[in-house]
């Protein structure tokens, strides 16, 4: 997520305060994605509530009905119902309202004045801090008020206009009794998301839409749109009505057109919470269809080119899988899982305890909807939008936003200003502009500044004595390298001395091999010589022996004369 300064200082306000703020922002600036981005980090103990089910589900939520168990209807602050009649559930969630931090309320502007005071007068008696404003909750609204305007009708209507004393000057949340004494703080997000890869007319786009959502436009404005008049909606084009009625009757005349049986998909919920109702469901529990039938992808389905507001046309039906073609390629669907996180607070942190499913076959009747039910999404490929029946502030807006390129938006016919309504007391809000730094949120920036600088400080003090240490240091190994060099120089003398005894040894070593060979050599020759002599002296004996012998064998007169 690419975090702006607006975005920025909404997260100040979440981790480091304890203020209520509300997020505005165009179609498209991110205030959802900034939401859920919160949610995600949070170390606080957070709940999300919408007043629809799609933006609850799409924010890992609930609807606000289902969470505070109201009941349908006007909401009557001295006199709440809830739903809830079994007294164990209604102690649970009580006890969940005590261990609440913050609470999350997307698509404010939908929200009526009655809504936000049932909501204020709920937790003022059973949040963690009965009697204060929201019981201590934090509240964090996120909408754009110059969109959709909350719904009021005929029945209840005499409650927003003065009529009664306990009623309120206009269905808007911000003319509640909650709101003011919230103190909310006010950011806008001005960076459009939506609208990407812009050219030149998709910037003139962009600025139309922006000063459309103002109420502020210009002749080129006007001449911009109204060169998109296309009188009959173009094959595969998504319409765009006012009413329900209007959408249901166009769908149902379509499908009923079609020649075919209607084969029928059921849904099925895995994992899905007991305080989970109908309202968070994000397509129909029964959907009917035909070959032929134009419809709305209501998923992002992996490995293809289906996103969520994808228009495609149904090939055939089976009795688990849904053939469809879109852009000319056909695509198999079977039973799509959606998966909204439970959230719960473990006593430190937001924690995710499971996963709600909800499987279905990805897909509505898509020939028609409503503005109402288009906001907060985007419609891929064209659309074609009447306006002839617009009937509150914003409708024109929302539901010309809803496409990303000005290429892809067609209009039934012209757009005038009397149709690019918006409601005086929205803009009469919007006027009051961001909230400046409050006295709480100064003080916040100033201890984490004090912070940040006391830990420089600490980090340029341990570098300082790193460095003296490291001086020292070098000190150190300055002398053992003069020592080491010492060392060098006598180990260099004592190898000189080694090498010079080791020469001298070698040449004794010769000169001993040498005289060693000699007195072998005469050794050898003494031991020839003995042997020759031992020789002779045999001889010798041998004849002394024999000279002997004869001697022996004479006569004395022979041995007398000689003769022998």
């Known amino acids: 997520m690419e975090w702006n300064d607006e975005m920025r200082r909404v997260k100040l306000l979440f981790d480091q305060t304890s203020r209520n703020f509300h997020v505005q922002g165009g179609a498209g600036t991110g205030k959802s994605t900034l939401l859920r981005e919160l949610v995600k980090g949070a170390?606080?103990?957070?709940?999300?509530?919408?007043?629809?089910?799609?933006?609850?589900?799409?924010?890992?939520?609930?609807?606000?009905?289902?969470?505070?168990?109201?009941?349908?209807?006007?909401?009557?602050r001295?006199?709440?119902?809830?739903?809830?009649?079994?007294?164990?559930?209604?102690?649970?969630?009580?006890?969940?309202?005590?261990?609440?931090?913050?609470?999350?309320?997307?698509?404010?502007?939908?929200?009526?004045?009655?809504?936000?005071?049932?909501?204020?007068?709920?937790?003022?008696?059973?949040?963690?801090?009965?009697?204060?404003?929201?019981?201590?909750?934090?509240?964090?609204?996120?909408?754009?008020?110059?969109?959709?305007?909350?719904?009021?009708d005929r029945f209840v209507a005499p409650a927003f206009n003065g009529q009664w004393a306990d009623g309120w000057t206009s269905p808007w949340f911000f003319n509640s009794r909650a709101y003011p004494a919230g103190n909310f703080v006010r950011v806008l997000l001005c960076k459009n998301y939506r609208q990407a890869d812009i050219d030149h007319a998709?910037?003139?786009?962009?600025?139309?839409?922006?000063?459309?959502?103002?109420?502020?436009?210009?002749?080129?404005?006007?001449?911009?749109?109204?060169?998109?008049?296309?009188?009959?909606?173009?094959?595969?084009?998504?319409?765009?009505?006012?009413?329900?009625?209007?959408?249901?009757?166009?769908?149902?005349?379509?499908?009923?057109g079609l020649r075919g049986e209607f084969t029928?998909?059921?849904?099925?919920?895995?994992?899905?919470?007991?305080?989970?109702?109908?309202?968070?469901?994000?397509?129909?529990?029964?959907?009917?269809?035909?070959?032929?039938?134009?419809?709305?992808?209501?998923?992002n389905i992996g490995g293809t080119?289906?996103?969520?507001?994808?228009?495609a046309v149904v090939e055939a039906c089976r009795a688990t899988e849904v053939d469809i073609l879109c852009d000319g390629v056909r695509y198999t669907l079977s039973d799509h899982v959606w998966e909204s996180p439970v959230w719960r607070w473990n006593g430190h942190q937001m924690v995710e305890t499971g996963v709600a499913k909800y499987e279905q076959i990805p897909l509505k009747l898509g020939w028609a909807i409503t503005i109402n039910k288009a906001q907060g999404q985007t419609i891929s490929g064209p659309v074609w939008v009447d306006l002839s029946r617009i009937w509150a502030g914003g409708q024109c807006y929302v539901a010309l936003s809803r496409t990303r390129r000005l290429e892809h938006l067609m209009l039934a016919q012209p757009v005038t200003p009397e149709v690019v309504r918006v409601e005086p007391k929205a803009i009469q809000f919007l006027g009051l502009g961001n909230t400046a730094l409050t006295l709480e949120e100064y003080r916040r920036v100033h201890e984490v500044f004090a912070a940040a600088s006391l830990s420089a400080s600490d980090k340029l003090d341990?570098?300082?004595?790193?460095?003296?240490?490291?001086?020292?240091?070098?000190?150190?190994?300055?002398?053992?390298?003069?020592?080491?060099?010492?060392?060098?120089?006598?180990?260099?003398?004592?190898?000189?001395?080694?090498?010079?005894?080791?020469?001298?040894?070698?040449?004794?070593?010769?000169?001993?091999?040498?005289?060693?060979?000699?007195?072998?050599?005469?050794?050898?020759?003494?031991?020839?010589?003995?042997?020759?002599?031992?020789?002779?002296?045999?001889?010798?004996?041998?004849?002394?022996?024999?000279?002997?012998?004869?001697?022996?064998?004479?006569?004395?007169?022979?041995?007398?004369?000689?003769?022998?």
């Open 305 to 311: 080119n289906l996103r969520n507001g994808t228009m």
């Open 78 to 152: 001295g006199a709440l119902r809830f739903r809830e009649r079994d007294p164990e559930r209604r102690a649970q969630k009580f006890q969940k309202f005590r261990d609440l931090q913050v609470l999350f309320i997307d698509e404010i502007s939908m929200v009526r004045a009655d809504v936000l005071d049932a909501i204020d007068g709920i937790l003022r008696e059973h949040g963690p801090k009965p009697g204060e404003p929201f019981g201590g909750v934090q509240i964090g609204l996120f909408g754009d008020v110059l969109q959709l305007a909350p719904i009021a």
């Open 264 to 299: 029928t998909y059921l849904a099925e919920r895995l994992d899905w919470p007991e305080d989970w109702g109908p309202e968070e469901e994000p397509v129909p529990e029964r959907i009917a269809l035909k070959p032929g039938a134009r419809v709305m992808v209501c998923a």
């Open 462 to 564: 341990e570098t300082n004595e790193a460095l003296f240490e490291t001086e020292d240091a070098r000190e150190d190994a300055r002398e053992l390298l003069e020592a080491a060099k010492g060392l060098l120089e006598e180990c260099k003398l004592y190898g000189d001395i080694v090498h010079n005894a080791l020469k001298e040894e070698e040449e004794l070593r010769k000169k001993c091999l040498a005289e060693c060979l000699r007195l072998l050599q005469e050794t050898r020759a003494s031991e020839a010589a003995a042997k020759k002599s031992q020789e002779m002296a045999a001889v010798f004996a041998k004849e002394a022996h024999e000279k002997l012998e004869k001697l022996k064998a004479l006569t004395p007169l022979q041995r007398l004369l000689g003769n022998y």
């Open 43 to 76: 170390t606080k103990r957070v709940e999300v509530v919408a007043p629809t089910g799609i933006a609850a589900l799409e924010a890992g939520g609930h609807t606000i009905h289902k969470f505070f168990g109201l009941r349908r209807g006007l909401q009557r």
């Open 202 to 256: 998709g910037a003139a786009f962009i600025r139309c839409l922006q000063r459309m959502r103002e109420d502020r436009m210009h002749e080129e404005d006007y001449a911009l749109l109204n060169s998109r008049v296309v009188t009959t909606p173009p094959a595969g084009a998504t319409v765009l009505v006012s009413t329900n009625a209007r959408a249901c009757s166009i769908n149902e005349t379509h499908l009923n």
